[in-house]
């Protein structure tokens, strides 16, 4: 699974193969703690082999403002 570490960054990963990508947010602490590894592959990209559905929820970018 390739995750990216912005917001922004996911809009512009996933608008490459639609236009309106679905963004979901990770609770990375969680994965950590139930034993899945996240590496990191580049300055904004982040590796891991799966992640739990229960540390996936859609995020949507008005709740970052």
């Not at 608008?15 to 947010?25: E, G, K, N």
């Not at 990375?28 to 540390?55: H, M």
Request: with cysteine; charged share 30%.
């Amino acid at each position: 699974v390739h995750l990216s570490l912005t917001y922004d960054d996911a809009f512009r990963a996933g608008s490459v193969r639609v236009d309106d990508p679905v963004i979901l947010a990770i609770d990375t602490n969680s994965c950590f703690e139930n034993g899945y590894d996240i590496g990191r592959a580049a300055k904004t990209v982040f590796l891991c082999k799966q992640v739990p559905a229960d540390c996936l929820r859609i995020i949507h970018e008005e709740e970052l403002e």
